[in-house]
């Protein structure tokens, strides 16, 4: 039996992967295409991993969005990276016609790590105000081209946030906003390059019902475990990960 063009098997595992990447990004504020691009690859096409995360990212951050009642200063504080957004989606479109498979997988495994890595490491990039228009508009040329070939670039967000040193409302607010803007340019994106069609959007619909399911417990797991115990353990687990997909591109 056939749904969305999927075996019915492969897509409850699908409606799992989403419902757990929804549960991480409930505990985090984030993570869920990381989740979701880790595991995805291993039951479907690469291809089709990427449309759906990028069509769920942007509608699951709108609450987020809203809660903190920031979006103005959000905009404010990011809008040289999503000025930036613009022409680095359109160059990343151009290329995702040629791109192939197994390449598909060494960029996802070499992004995780480098996620990863950075992540566990501890540093931060100290970005000054003098300085901030120009690293957003770096940040806004690389996360958008990694976006559309990938659905991950929240690391390039979450470095400069915290550059900037963004309080914790600032901080869910900007990577809400940009999660949003660039979800929508991503999706224009997959449009123009005819990988997004009318199935891909519906199934996209169908699987945010696991995942806000998986955020509003993710939401209550937040609130009795740590929260440095639960994303220590994600990083490791996205550094394994990485590390097969390379393996499985060469």
Known sequence: MMFFGLEITTLIFVFIIFAVAGMVKGVLGFGLPLITMSLLPFIIPVELAIVLSALVQPVTNIGQLISTGGARQAFYSTWSILLALVPSV??????????????????????????ALHSLSGFVFKISRERQTLAGAVTGLVAGVVGIL??????????????????????????ALLFIISGVLINSGFWFAGILNQNNVLLGLFVLI????????????GETIPNELFRRMILYALLIIGVLFIWRSL
């Open 90 to 115: 359109a160059l990343g479109a151009w290329y995702l016609t040629s791109l192939e498979g197994k390449l598909h997988l060494l960029i996802l495994g070499i992004t995780l790590i480098g996620f």
């Open 150 to 175: 990938t659905s991950i670039n929240g690391m390039f967000f979450i470095m400069y946030l915290v550059g900037i040193q963004a309080d914790r409302n600032a901080f869910r607010a900007g990577i």
């Open 210 to 221: 696991p995942c806000f399911i998986g955020m509003s417990l993710g939401n209550r797991i």
